[in-house]
């Protein structure tokens, strides 16, 4: 496992020049980019959420685009959409930004719920369906999308469906005042995006995709997983609980948080570091415990106190 770290670690390096002081931030999403799943980043406007979003997409060498959501945005925009070429009689597909390889999309809770819903197949079956026809989507394919959690007007929460898809959340926070000045001086020229470059290649990411699959998962570590996820629908404050997906989720995160350590197996501790950014996001918290604040994160912590290794 010492190729998967040294080019997780050699992204994670390339864009902590662009992002300064958020090494977990950055981490948990190379392990959603080398996990193939999709990640959701969740903070205040100004904090350098679209910023990682490009400084990561420019580490490896992949396409990118960016859907920045608006209210009158129509699923076309997003998948693509047939037009009627005059010259040849036919419709044509013109391919619509979600056809790339890394997918910013930016504050996605300002689109409409039937927008959200045209990233439902994307998300999941790697594949958009227009007229009819189904057109595959570039490979690796990972989403990254962003939104506000203070700004509640004009926006629609995500519905479980789309929250579910997200392999995990994570959140940047503001800066120490050390951090904050050394973001003024990297910026005093030009913005530090303009000057790093690909450092991992599109073939070696497809190989540690494929290697952290390898990482042994013990039968003992299988059962606390689920004992965890099966924990959070049966919890009193919880109204709707983790789903299969997210279990399938935290055991693949796992896997690849274990290769970054130089380990070919998971430990308890893996479980425990990831369980957070990999459940939380997926449960509804029940009106009376809403009432009191108690919050998903909250809940995934008593859990992780109770719950333990068979």
């Known amino acids: ?83 009627f070429n005059q010259k040849t ?3 044509e ?3 619509g930004p979600i056809h790339s390889q890394i997918v910013l999309a930016d504050e996605i809770n300002r689109a409409t719920p039937k927008t959200q819903s045209a990233l439902l197949e994307a998300m999941e079956e790697r594949q958009v369906t227009v007229d009819g026809n189904t057109y595959p989507l570039n490979q690796p394919f990972m989403v990254l999308a962003t ?8 926006t629609f929460p995500l519905p479980e469906a789309q929250l579910d898809r997200f392999m995990l959340r994570t959140r940047l926070g503001y800066p120490s005042k050390e951090q904050e000045i050394l973001i003024l001086d990297q910026q005093r020229q030009a913005h530090p995006l303009t000057r790093i470059d690909q450092v991992v290649s599109e073939e070696e990411l497809r190989q540690i995709q494929g290697e952290i699959k390898e990482v042994h998962v013990d039968d003992k570590i299988k059962s606390y997983i689920v004992d965890l996820v099966r924990a959070t629908r049966e919890h009193g404050d919880v109204y709707l609980g983790a ?43 029940g009106p009376a415990a809403r009432i009191k604040d108690i919050t998903p994160d909250e809940i995934v912590e008593g859990l992780l106190k109770k719950v333990v290794v068979a």
């Open 1 to 83: 496992m010492a190729q998967v770290q040294a080019l997780a670690n050699k992204i994670i390096d390339n864009v902590e020049q662009v992002i300064v002081g958020k090494r977990a931030a950055v981490q948990l999403t190379v392990l959603g980019l080398i996990c193939q799943g999709h990640v959701l980043i969740e903070d205040v406007p100004g904090v350098g959420k679209t910023v990682l979003a490009k400084a990561l997409s420019k580490s490896v060498g992949c396409d990118f685009k960016r859907i920045q959501f608006t209210p009158d945005m129509l699923p076309t925009d997003v998948t693509g959409v047939s037009v």
């Open 89 to 91: 009689l036919e419709f």
């Open 93 to 95: 597909f013109r391919p």
């Open 147 to 154: 939104q506000n959690p203070i700004e509640y007007e004009g």
């Open 243 to 285: 789903s299969s997906r997210g279990a399938l989720g935290l055991y693949r995160l796992c896997q690849a948080y274990a290769a970054l350590a130089d380990r070919d197996y998971v430990i308890p501790d893996d479980v425990k570091v990831l369980a957070g950014p990999a459940l939380a996001h997926r449960i509804i918290v």
